[in-house]
């Protein structure tokens, strides 16, 4: 027993820390439990063959189906369309759409989906994305309340549940829960929200929203802009490219584009603009952007005899006079790297950014501060947001990518036009089909089977391209994670940990009746859930809530959803649960912020929840 608490205390210690992968973690704890003989090696590896992990592993690929056909996108940016420019609808709106896609999509994957739309909407409408992101992360939790496969938790505490001998529960056993959560959030949240946008009310009345002239000035970009002419006919550098030039590893300069004449005309733009491909010659009468030192844009231009324009001359007769960022043939955007991102770690340099997709990397929007200079050797930080430049196909190319990234502030017209989208309507079937199987008891279908049935779909009629891609849908870390973790639950009532913890609550709880143990409960599993993740906190706390109700002699069921609502329902602080961290940087939030608007959510659905639940689900 003692060697169970210890391993499990440490585990929490290094789960709270963050700094060792969750998933490394929970496999030391598996082999610790192992080598400690607390546990058979079939005991040991029982999670990863367990049935609630392989339905997790389909809906992964389910939910990449729907979203590379662009199903999700496509209902979302349908339905928010609705909302106008009314900031209530559209508050409003966030909160329905997202539980709506969070029902069977996960929280993770709906925010990252419904992000640049919202953001999108935000700025059409001349609302801050600062009042919306944090409700579009907390509605995604909501929404995976309303079904069984909507959040980790909700699985959990069905498997325990049915490993115990009671009947599992069904597919919208949870809706009525989840329906009373999103209630009480979205009338909490549209006027706590209202302090989120107090400090930068007049920025935002003034901007009414980002246009791409904002952006690069908020960047700061035009203030470290210079020009360069390449003037004089004999200068070295004509017949060159960027690359023999040596440009940045020699004088650490960025060239952000070219500007090249085309003949006067006086019916048509006489500049063409492009970016500084590594195959593009250098000709008389070119003009380079640049951004770097001002020291070594001088030396570069005197060592190359070009002509350093001052803010006072025409580059090209008929253009500018100052140097400033036009977006006639090529464009800028914002990306916000993902927490799953492969390109975390890694520099800008090593992405290849340039030789992939064609862009820049202008600068990087870290929490509150701008990286502007040597660019090339900054490594990606989960919440980066990335300001490239590149042509606008080239931008939209970078979608296809949303693993690593999401695209910010892309019109939503743009945002809804997908590479597969012909393939929606299969994706809709499949969908429909799975939900049937598993919501009608007379089809004799396990749902698992109805997921791994769905999910091989997915791949034969197209709508996940191939097997690879549909392996790169599934989060590895979450599945390791939940099934190295679930052996621990065995482990707990093996050595009587579980016992021992549920004696010891309705000792201290049990004689002021059920609904104080019932609080007790959601109390101790949503303070863990502050620092543990929901999807650990549930496998720990399920079987103990379980022993607690069997000790009493009640119904276990409003106590498994207590542990699973309060394990889902964790706002009070941005490292939780996935969403809260990826609307973190987008939205410009603190860590105050969270503490400010969702911890009295938190401590309000544990309330709510206590009253409620034996309601839906007698003792």
Same mark, same amino acid.
């Given at each position: 027993?003692?060697?169970?608490?210890?391993i499990l205390l440490v585990s929490a210690i290094l789960f709270v820390?963050?700094?060792?992968?969750?998933?490394?973690?929970?496999?030391?704890?598996?082999?610790?439990?192992?080598?400690?003989?607390?546990?058979?090696?079939?005991?040991?590896?029982?999670?990863?063959?367990?049935?609630?992990?392989?339905?997790?592993?389909?809906?992964?690929?389910?939910?990449?189906?729907?979203?590379?056909?662009?199903?999700?996108?496509?209902?979302?940016?349908?339905?928010?369309?609705?909302?106008?420019?009314?900031?209530?609808?559209?508050?409003?709106?966030?909160?329905?759409?997202?539980?709506?896609?969070?029902?069977?999509?996960?929280?993770?994957?709906?925010?990252?989906?419904?992000?640049?739309?919202?953001?999108?909407?935000?700025?059409?409408?001349?609302?801050?994305?600062?009042?919306?992101?944090?409700?579009?992360?907390?509605?995604?939790?909501?929404?995976?309340?309303?079904?069984?496969?909507?959040?980790?938790?909700?699985?959990?505490?069905?498997?325990?549940?049915?490993?115990?001998?009671?009947?599992?529960?069904?597919?919208?056993?949870?809706?009525?829960?989840?329906?009373?959560?999103?209630?009480?959030?979205?009338?909490?949240?549209?006027?706590?929200?209202?302090?989120?946008?107090?400090?930068?009310?007049?920025?935002?009345?003034?901007?009414?929203?980002?246009?791409?002239?904002?952006?690069?000035?908020?960047?700061?970009?035009?203030?470290?802009?210079?020009?360069?002419?390449?003037?004089?006919?004999?200068?070295?550098?004509?017949?060159?490219?960027?690359?023999?030039?040596?440009?940045?590893?020699?004088?650490?300069?960025?060239?952000?584009?070219?500007?090249?004449?085309?003949?006067?005309?006086?019916?048509?733009?006489?500049?063409?603009?492009?970016?500084?491909?590594?195959?593009?010659?250098?000709?008389?009468?070119?003009?380079?952007?640049?951004?770097?030192?001002?020291?070594?844009?001088?030396?570069?231009?005197?060592?190359?005899?070009?002509?350093?324009?001052?803010?006072?001359?025409?580059?090209?007769?008929?253009?500018?006079?100052?140097?400033?960022?036009?977006?006639?043939?090529?464009?800028?955007?914002?990306?916000?790297?993902?927490?799953?991102?492969?390109?975390?770690?890694?520099?800008?340099?090593?992405?290849?950014?340039?030789?992939?997709?064609?862009?820049?990397?202008?600068?990087?929007?870290?929490?509150?501060?701008?990286?502007?200079?040597?660019?090339?050797?900054?490594?990606?930080?989960?919440?980066?947001?990335?300001?490239?430049?590149?042509?606008?196909?080239?931008?939209?190319?970078?979608?296809?990518?949303?693993s690593n990234w999401v695209v910010l502030g892309e019109p939503l017209?743009?945002?809804?036009? $997908? &590479?597969?989208?012909?393939? =929606? /309507?299969? #994706?809709?079937?499949?969908?429909?089909? +799975?939900? @049937?199987?598993? !919501?009608?008891?007379?089809?004799?279908?396990?749902?698992?089977?109805?997921?791994?049935?769905?999910?091989?779909?997915?791949?034969?009629?197209?709508?996940?391209?191939?097997?690879?891609?549909?392996?790169?849908?599934?989060?590895?870390?979450?599945?390791?994670?939940?099934?190295?973790?679930?052996?621990?639950?065995?482990?707990?009532?093996?050595?009587?940990?579980?016992?021992?913890?549920?004696?010891?609550?309705?000792?201290?709880?049990?004689?002021?009746?059920?609904?104080?143990?019932?609080?007790?409960?959601?109390?101790?599993?949503?303070?863990?859930?502050?620092?543990?993740?929901?999807? $650990? &906190?549930?496998?720990?706390? =399920? /079987?103990? #809530?379980?022993?607690?109700?069997?000790? +009493?002699? @009640?119904?276990? !069921?409003?106590?498994?959803?207590?542990?699973?609502?309060?394990?889902?329902?964790?706002?009070?602080?941005?490292?939780?649960?996935?969403?809260?961290?990826?609307?973190?940087?987008?939205?410009?939030?603190?860590?105050?912020?969270?503490?400010?608007?969702?911890?009295?959510?938190?401590?309000?659905?544990?309330?709510?929840?206590?009253?409620?639940?034996?309601?839906?689900?007698?003792?």
């Amino acid at each position: 027993m003692i060697a169970t608490l210890i391993i499990l205390l440490v585990s929490a210690i290094l789960f709270v820390s963050g700094k060792v992968r969750s998933d490394l973690v929970a496999i030391c704890a598996l082999l610790a439990l192992l080598l400690c003989q607390i546990l058979t090696p079939a005991e040991g590896l029982s999670g990863f063959s367990n049935t609630t992990v392989i339905m997790m592993i389909g809906l992964f690929i389910v939910g990449g189906g729907i979203f590379q056909t662009g199903l999700a996108k496509m209902i979302g940016s349908k339905v928010m369309t609705l909302a106008g420019n009314s900031e209530l609808r559209l508050f409003l709106m966030v909160m329905i759409v997202t539980s709506a896609i969070g029902m069977f999509v996960s929280n993770t994957g709906t925010v990252a989906l419904m992000l640049p739309i919202v953001v999108s909407m935000a700025a059409a409408a001349g609302t801050s994305p600062r009042r919306l992101l944090m409700p579009l992360a907390f509605a995604s939790s909501m929404g995976g309340m309303m079904t069984l496969i909507g959040t980790p938790p909700n699985l959990i505490v069905s498997d325990t549940l049915e490993g115990a001998g009671f009947a599992s529960l069904g597919f919208f056993s949870f809706l009525p829960v989840g329906l009373v959560t999103l209630v009480v959030g979205a009338l909490y949240l549209l006027p706590a929200t209202k302090m989120l946008t107090a400090k930068d009310k007049a920025k935002d009345k003034k901007s009414k929203g980002k246009s791409l002239k904002d952006l690069v000035n908020e960047y700061g970009i035009t203030d470290n802009l210079f020009r360069v002419h390449v003037k004089d006919e004999d200068s070295e550098a004509i017949g060159k490219t960027v690359v023999d030039l040596n440009i940045y590893r020699e004088y650490g300069i960025n060239v952000l584009e070219l500007r090249r004449s085309t003949g006067p005309n006086r019916f048509v733009r006489t500049v063409n603009q492009q970016l500084a491909s590594p195959d593009l010659v250098l000709k008389q009468g070119d003009v380079l952007y640049l951004s770097g030192d001002p020291e070594q844009i001088e030396r570069f231009a005197t060592d190359y005899s070009l002509r350093l324009i001052d803010r006072h001359t025409d580059e090209i007769e008929g253009s500018s006079a100052n140097a400033t960022m036009d977006f006639f043939d090529i464009g800028v955007a914002e990306i916000l790297i993902m927490p799953t991102s492969s390109m975390i770690n890694r520099t800008i340099i090593e992405a290849g950014f340039r030789s992939k997709f064609s862009v820049n990397v202008l600068g990087i929007r870290r929490k509150q501060d701008y990286i502007l200079n040597d660019l090339g050797s900054q490594k990606m930080q989960d919440g980066d947001v990335l300001l490239v430049q590149g042509a606008w196909k080239d931008i939209a190319r970078m979608k296809s990518e949303s693993s690593n990234w999401v695209v910010l502030g892309e019109p939503l017209e743009a945002a809804a036009k $997908v &590479t597969l989208d012909y393939k =929606a /309507p299969v #994706a809709a079937l499949i969908m429909i089909g +799975m939900i @049937v199987m598993m !919501v009608v008891d007379s089809i004799p279908v396990a749902p698992v089977t109805a997921v791994l049935l769905a999910a091989v779909m997915m791949v034969i009629t197209g709508c996940v391209r191939s097997v690879e891609a549909a392996y790169k849908t599934i989060n590895w870390q979450t599945i390791v994670l939940f099934a190295a973790m679930l052996p621990m639950s065995i482990a707990l009532e093996k050595t009587g940990v579980s016992e021992m913890i549920s004696g010891a609550i309705v000792t201290g709880l049990g004689s002021s009746g059920p609904r104080v143990l019932l609080a007790g409960i959601y109390a101790a599993t949503s303070l863990m859930t502050i620092f543990i993740s929901n999807t $650990v &906190t549930a496998v720990l706390m =399920a /079987p103990i #809530a379980l022993q607690c109700a069997m000790q +009493m002699g @009640v119904s276990p !069921v409003p106590y498994m959803f207590a542990v699973t609502v309060a394990a889902s329902m964790c706002f009070a602080s941005p490292f939780s649960t996935p969403p809260n961290a990826l609307v973190m940087s987008a939205g410009q939030y603190t860590f105050m912020d969270y503490v400010k608007v969702g911890l009295p959510l938190q401590i309000l659905m544990g309330v709510v929840m206590v009253i409620v639940l034996p309601l839906l689900f007698p003792f």
